[in-house]
């Protein structure tokens, strides 16, 4: 199982970013995928999930209306859509799969997080 991010970078306050999470090496609809961040100095955090055969979402609450999740079943990829972006969204952006059993709510939450596949990260900066 392998995942690799990319879209970040340095982006000015109420600008946009688009992140991608390319997956190999598994049945991508087998699959619950989670888009996390860490700022420097704070905890690891869930920004959105998606369970890719079924389509079922969940955001946190700091980024429900301006993020918005995407899969691309054929090109094996999550997306995460960032719109009016602020300075505390800045962080290293994660992707992670888990088994789609474990729905986005509760993967957001972290539940089966630690023994799932994680990518190399990307990082998000916005200045103010």
């Known amino acids: 199982v392998q995942l690799a991010e990319s879209g970040g970078g340095l982006v000015q306050a109420g600008g946009s970013l688009r992140l991608s999470c390319a997956a190999s090496?598994?049945?991508?609809?087998?699959?619950?995928i989670g888009w996390f961040r860490q700022a420097p100095g704070k905890e690891r955090e869930g920004v959105s999930c998606i369970t890719v055969s079924d389509g079922t979402i969940h955001y946190a609450d700091s980024v429900k209306g301006r993020f918005t999740i995407s899969s691309d079943n054929a090109k094996n990829t999550v997306y995460l859509q960032m719109n009016s972006l602020k300075p505390e969204d800045a962080a290293v952006y994660y992707c992670?799969?888990?088994?789609?059993?474990?729905?986005?709510?509760?993967?957001?939450?972290?539940?089966?997080?630690?023994?799932?596949?994680w990518g190399q990260g990307t990082q998000v900066t916005v200045s103010s």
């Open positions: 992670a799969a888990g088994p789609k059993f474990i729905t986005p709510y509760f993967y957001w939450s972290g539940y089966g997080t630690q023994g799932s596949s």
């Open positions: 090496g598994f049945t991508f609809d087998d699959y619950t």
